[in-house]
């Protein structure tokens, strides 16, 4: 007697979206979602007919499958998330964080116009909407598939995207519905600038370890009031999850090279390809991470330095002479000083001497201590918040005359 196929067919994909695209058709309002429940069937359908392709498509957002499938594959997770129903979208968020964490898709993706009608920006774009609706569990959910994604080496955001990211996490931190989503928010964040840095040291997507955050360690001064319970367990094993969750899945990594190209985790050759190749559905053109820009460095280290940027901005936001003592802006910028000071206790060699990082450092603190010293000088019964963004301020001038 022949084996019962599984759910979802014999793909690495399909054994993923198999399970989650049936728990969404259980779970789903069939009268008000019927396009919803009729994707998803469609969906089902196909993965059971799928075999993966010899060779992987470069232009596919599912390089183990041809570009139109991966695009009617995904299509249903987009759907399931526009439902704003906790029940449907917590297995489309489960599916994404899967399939991140076997690196089964990949885009190359930017916030231009030219991308917005792409499958995988979409999909991007639905998951950081979900922050709005007000739910505690998609909260987190959105945090855990958002790290997941730049964890990653095939899901590649670049700068302004990166920064995109940034702000649905920033704005989770000052504003998260509970004090155990604004410490994974935090946690995240601090996750993301060590998986960025580490890659702007190697030039390279494919790093091998990356540092995991200590979620204790990150509330040893601030932010110590938001822990509720277990929270600083429960985020840690959030993190956790994510960074370990692909590290024993062999079947699907690479290393070997060959003679036209290197080829990456996914199995997916990385060759030169054309002006305006298209990868992943993302529209995007060349996804070579060493490519030269005009500064002189790669794209992917361009990229690391736009994130840098922001956060300096970020750290010298000013409150109007209405709302002096803005306590949400103050915790918008302490958090931005933390997270730079991350990235100097954790930065290798090429990072501390870049011209740029470095002129950025200069500016970021001149600015910070000539407006701050003032404050200071007019006020003598300041909260310790204050005080300890000012010593991060002085901890950092330090680190950058170093």
């Given at each position: 007697?022949?084996?019962?196929?599984?759910?979802?067919?014999?793909?690495?994909?399909?054994?993923?979206?198999?399970?989650?695209?049936?728990?969404?058709?259980?779970?789903?309002?069939?009268?008000?979602?019927?396009?919803?429940?009729?994707?998803?069937?469609?969906?089902?359908?196909?993965?059971?007919?799928?075999?993966?392709?010899?060779?992987?498509?470069?232009?596919?957002?599912?390089?183990?499958?041809?570009?139109?499938?991966?695009?009617?594959?995904?299509?249903?997770?987009?759907?399931?998330?526009?439902?704003?129903?906790?029940?449907?979208?917590?297995?489309?968020?489960?599916?994404?964080?899967?399939?991140?964490?076997?690196?089964?898709?990949?885009?190359?993706?930017?916030?231009?116009?030219?991308?917005?009608?792409?499958?995988?920006?979409?999909?991007?774009?639905?998951?950081?909407?979900?922050?709005?609706?007000?739910?505690?569990?998609?909260?987190?959910?959105?945090?855990?598939?958002?790290?997941?994604?730049?964890?990653?080496?095939?899901?590649?955001?670049?700068?302004d995207y990166l920064n995109h990211i940034v702000k649905i996490c920033y704005n989770v931190?000052?504003?998260?519905?509970?004090?155990?989503?604004?410490?994974?928010?935090?946690?995240?964040?601090?996750?993301?600038?060590?998986?960025?840095?580490?890659?702007?040291?190697?030039?390279?997507?494919?790093?091998?370890?990356?540092?995991?955050?200590?979620?204790?360690?990150?509330?040893?001064?601030?932010?110590?009031?938001?822990?509720?319970?277990?929270?600083?367990q429960l985020v840690q094993n959030l993190i956790n999850e994510v960074m370990e969750a692909?590290?024993?899945?062999?079947?699907?990594?690479?290393?070997?090279?060959?003679?036209?190209?290197?080829?990456?985790?996914?199995?997916?050759?990385?060759?030169?390809?054309?002006?305006?190749?298209?990868?992943?559905?993302?529209?995007?053109?060349?996804?070579?991470?060493?490519?030269?820009?005009?500064?002189?460095?790669?794209?992917?280290?361009?990229?690391?330095?736009?994130?840098?940027?922001?956060?300096?901005?970020?750290?010298?936001?000013?409150?109007?002479?209405?709302?002096?003592?803005?306590?949400?802006?103050?915790?918008?910028?302490?958090?931005?000083?933390?997270?730079?000071?991350?990235?100097?206790?954790?930065?290798?060699p090429v990072w501390r001497t870049n011209d740029r990082q470095i002129s950025e450092h200069?500016?970021?603190?001149?600015?910070?201590?000539?407006?701050?010293?003032?404050?200071?000088?007019?006020?003598?019964?300041?909260?310790?918040?204050?005080?300890?963004?000012?010593?991060?301020?002085?901890?950092?001038?330090?680190?950058?005359?170093?």
């Open positions: 007697m022949a084996s019962m196929q599984p759910l979802g067919g014999s793909t690495r994909c399909g054994r993923v979206l198999g399970p989650c695209l049936d728990k969404i058709i259980k779970n789903v309002a069939w009268r008000r979602h019927s396009h919803l429940v009729s994707a998803c069937k469609s969906a089902i359908d196909k993965l059971e007919t799928l075999t993966e392709l010899p060779s992987p498509s470069i232009s596919s957002a599912i390089p183990s499958l041809a570009d139109s499938d991966a695009n009617s594959l995904l299509s249903p997770l987009i759907l399931a998330l526009e439902t704003a129903s906790p029940k449907v979208i917590d297995p489309a968020m489960d599916a994404l964080f899967r399939l991140f964490s076997l690196n089964l898709i990949r885009f190359d993706l930017d916030r231009s116009e030219s991308n917005s009608n792409s499958v995988v920006y979409q999909l991007m774009e639905s998951v950081c909407k979900c922050c709005s609706l007000g739910d505690e569990g998609i909260e987190l959910n959105v945090m855990k598939v958002l790290l997941s994604a730049v964890r990653s080496p095939n899901a590649v955001f670049r700068g931190y000052l504003g998260g519905l509970n004090g155990t989503n604004q410490i994974c928010a935090k946690a995240v964040l601090a996750q993301i600038v060590l998986i960025v840095f580490a890659r702007v040291e190697e030039d390279s997507m494919c790093v091998n370890n990356f540092k995991t955050v200590s979620v204790s360690e990150l509330l040893e001064f601030t932010d110590r009031n938001l822990s509720e319970g277990n929270s600083v692909n590290q024993g899945v062999e079947e699907i990594k690479g290393s070997e090279k060959t003679q036209n190209g290197d080829v990456d985790d996914s199995g997916i050759k990385v060759e030169e390809k054309g002006e305006g190749a298209d990868v992943g559905g993302s529209g995007n053109g060349d996804v070579d991470n060493n490519k030269q820009e005009a500064s002189g460095e790669s794209q992917l280290r361009e990229d690391g330095f736009m994130l840098f940027k922001n956060l300096s901005k970020l750290s010298m936001k000013f409150s109007s002479q209405d709302h002096s003592d803005d306590q949400i802006l103050l915790r918008g910028k302490i958090v931005s000083l933390e997270l730079l000071k991350v990235i100097m206790d954790n930065g290798g200069y500016q970021t603190v001149f600015v910070l201590i000539l407006v701050e010293e003032q404050r200071f000088v007019s006020n003598d019964h300041l909260p310790a918040p204050v005080f300890y963004f000012y010593e991060l301020i002085v901890q950092i001038q330090i680190r950058v005359e170093s």
